[in-house]
C-alpha cells in the first residue's frame, strides 16, 4: 500500500472530520456505492462555501441581476387586528408574482416589527396558493400567516409558480400539467424549476425587505411540505433570512428511490447528487437559525432516511460553530401534517430568533 495515499477507511474518517464531510459521510454510508472510496481532493473536503457553488451550478446557474420590483398595490381588506393588501411585484422583467401582506394594526415604518415570508404547500392544489395562509381559503390548519400576523410579524405569502394566479396564463395546460411543462422548460434552458423557485423567493425578501413596517435586520420564513422544501432551498443563498422553520418535507434522494416517491418537481436538482443527498442542502443554511419539524408516519419524507438526513445537518452545524441554531422536532404517530405541537415549536423558534 502506498503510505501517501490513505485507504478507504482513513479517507472515511476524514471525511468525517470536514464540515462538508459531516453532511455527506452518512449519505455515503447508504449509497449503493458506499464502498468507493472517494477521490483525494473530491468534494469530502470542499468548504461550504465551494460545495455551495457547486448547487449553483448543479440549479442552473447564477440568477439575473435584481430587476426594479415594480410594485402593485390593488385591494386592501381590513380585518380583526390587521390588513390583508393584495399586490404584485416584479421578479424578473415581464414576470410578475401576486402575494398577500398582511401588516398587523399599529406597526410603521416608526414602530417597524420583524417580517416573515410563508411558501404554500403543494398538496395538487394548484388552485390555492397565497389565499391559504393569508388565511383566504383552504384548510384552516395552513392559515399561518393570520396566525403569525395576530403574534405582530408582518408576513408575505405570495404565489409559486404554476399556483393560484401563476398558473398557465393560456389556460391550455391544467393542473399538474402546466408544472410539468414549467419543469422541463427549466430543464432544457439547462437550470431546474428550483432554480426559478429560489430566484421567486430571493425577490419576495427583497420586497419584504423594503417595506418600512419590516425590519429588515430580523427576517424569516416558513414552509410546509413543497414549502418546507423551498425553506430549505432558498435558505442557503439568502443571508437575509435569520429564522427558517420547515414542517413536514426533508425527502432524501435515498428515501425518494428506495420508496419510489413521486413527489413534487422542486425536489429535484440535476446533478446534485455526487455532492450529497437533499440534507447536504439544508445544512448550507448553517450557521443561520432553522428548525425541522417531522410527522413520523409522513409517507413523504420515510422517517429512517429523515433522520439520518437531521443528523447529517446536526453535525454540519456543529463543526460550523452553531449547534445550538439548529433544531429538529419529530412527532410520534403524526403524519403530513400541522399539528399542534408542531406550531408551537415553530411560533417559539421565531419568538426566540427574531425577538427584540
Known amino acids: 500500500m502506498n503510505p501517501d495515499k490513505p485507504n478507504s477507511s482513513s479517507r472515511r474518517g476524514f471525511v468525517k472530520q470536514t464540515v462538508v464531510g459531516a453532511t455527506i459521510a452518512a449519505n455515503l454510508g447508504n449509497s449503493p456505492h458506499a464502498n468507493a472510496a472517494p477521490e483525494p481532493g473530491s468534494v469530502t473536503d470542499m468548504t461550504p462555501d465551494q460545495l455551495r457553488a457547486k448547487l449553483v451550478t448543479c440549479l442552473g446557474g447564477p440568477w439575473p441581476k435584481p430587476c426594479p420590483l415594480k410594485p402593485e398595490l390593488g385591494e386592501t381588506m381590513q380585518k380583526d387586528g390587521y390588513r390583508i393588501e393584495s399586490l404584485s411585484y416584479q421578479v424578473e422583467p415581464g414576470d410578475r408574482v401576486r402575494a398577500m401582506l398582511l401588516v398587523p394594526d399599529g406597526v410603521s415604518a416608526q414602530k417597524p416589527v420583524p417580517g416573515i415570508a410563508i411558501w404554500h404547500q403543494h398538496a395538487g392544489q394548484y388552485h390555492l396558493g ?212 408542531m406550531w408551537e415549536k415553530t411560533r417559539a423558534f421565531f419568538a426566540q430568533q427574531l425577538s427584540y
Open 130 to 341: 397565497k389565499s391559504e395562509p393569508a388565511g383566504l381559503a383552504g384548510n384552516p390548519m395552513h392559515h399561518t400567516g393570520v396566525a403569525l400576523v395576530k403574534a405582530g410579524y408582518v408576513v408575505l405569502c405570495p404565489d409559486a409558480l404554476c399556483f393560484e394566479e401563476r398558473q398557465d396564463p393560456d389556460g391550455k395546460l391544467k393542473r399538474g400539467n402546466y408544472e410539468r411543462f414549467e419543469f422541463l422548460r427549466y430543464v432544457v434552458d439547462g437550470k431546474c424549476l428550483a432554480w426559478k423557485n429560489i430566484l421567486d423567493m430571493r425577490r419576495a425578501i427583497d420586497f419584504l425587505a423594503e417595506r418600512g413596517e419590516v425590519d429588515a435586520e430580523r427576517l424569516g420564513c416558513y414552509g410546509h411540505s413543497m414549502g418546507s422544501t423551498h425553506t430549505w432551498l432558498v435558505g442557503p443563498h439568502e443571508p437575509r433570512l435569520k429564522a427558517l422553520v420547515g414542517n413536514c418535507c426533508l425527502p432524501t434522494y435515498a428515501a425518494i428511490h428506495d420508496a419510489k416517491i413521486l413527489h413534487c418537481f422542486p425536489n429535484f436538482v440535476p446533478g446534485w447528487q455526487p455532492f450529497g443527498d437533499t440534507p447536504a442542502m439544508a445544512a448550507l443554511i448553517a450557521p443561520r437559525a432553522l428548525h425541522l419539524n417531522l410527522g413520523e408516519t409522513d409517507g413523504g419524507s420515510p422517517i429512517e432516511h429523515a433522520r439520518a438526513g437531521i443528523a447529517q445537518i446536526e453535525r454540519a452545524y456543529a463543526a460550523a460553530g452553531s449547534s445550538d441554531q439548529f433544531s429538529a422536532f419529530i412527532e410520534p404517530g403524526t403524519g403530513h401534517v400541522l399539528s399542534a405541537k
